[in-house]
């Protein structure tokens, strides 16, 4: 329970802290607050998006990559900006292979409200760890899910990581 608290407070502190023009976009507010990026657990940043870990995770590890300007669908970005962002989808599949070991990914993008999308004014990747019987009764019966390390914990893996992943990608 604490560790939902912990979200929470999170949650609230970084609408708190969001810049006026960032309008509820996590992801931009993010984006402009790199000195955050340790409580926000950016595991990587350059000078076009950045990689962090998703806050409400389907499974151990779950990134979100996004370039920082906000775009509401992949094709509005120039195909330059399409390029740089998936070289950050690249490098997330790589820490991701490389932190967690996991038996299999999905990468998607969910585009628009009706797509799925949680933030549709903000394009985004998500990269998800998969094990074989990763999804059990908890999901299934309870709707719940159950993620056996702390943010804090996987994105430490990730950071040690991070070298020998842009190494995979080059």
Known sequence: ???????????LQAKISAPADSDGNFLLAAWKNPQLDLAQH????????????????????????????????????SATQRAHFWSLVDLASALVDVALKPQGM??????????????PQHAH?????????????????????VIPESLDSV??????????????VG
């Open 42 to 77: 950016v595991v990587y940043r350059n000078e076009h998006g950045f990689i962090l870990l998703n806050r409400y995770p389907y499974s151990n590890g779950h990134l979100l990559v996004a370039l920082g300007q906000a775009r509401a669908r992949l094709m509005d970005y």
């Open 155 to 168: 994105a430490e893996q990730f950071k040690i990581a991070l070298n020998e992943a842009k190494k995979r």
């Open 106 to 119: 999905n990468i998607g993008v969910n585009e628009g409200s009706a797509g799925g999308a949680g933030l």
């Open 125 to 145: 990747a998500h990269i998800v760890a998969r094990w074989n019987g990763d999804t059990n009764f908890m999901s299934t019966v309870a709707g719940a899910r």
């Open 1 to 11: 329970m604490s560790y939902i608290r912990n979200l929470e407070s999170q949650a």
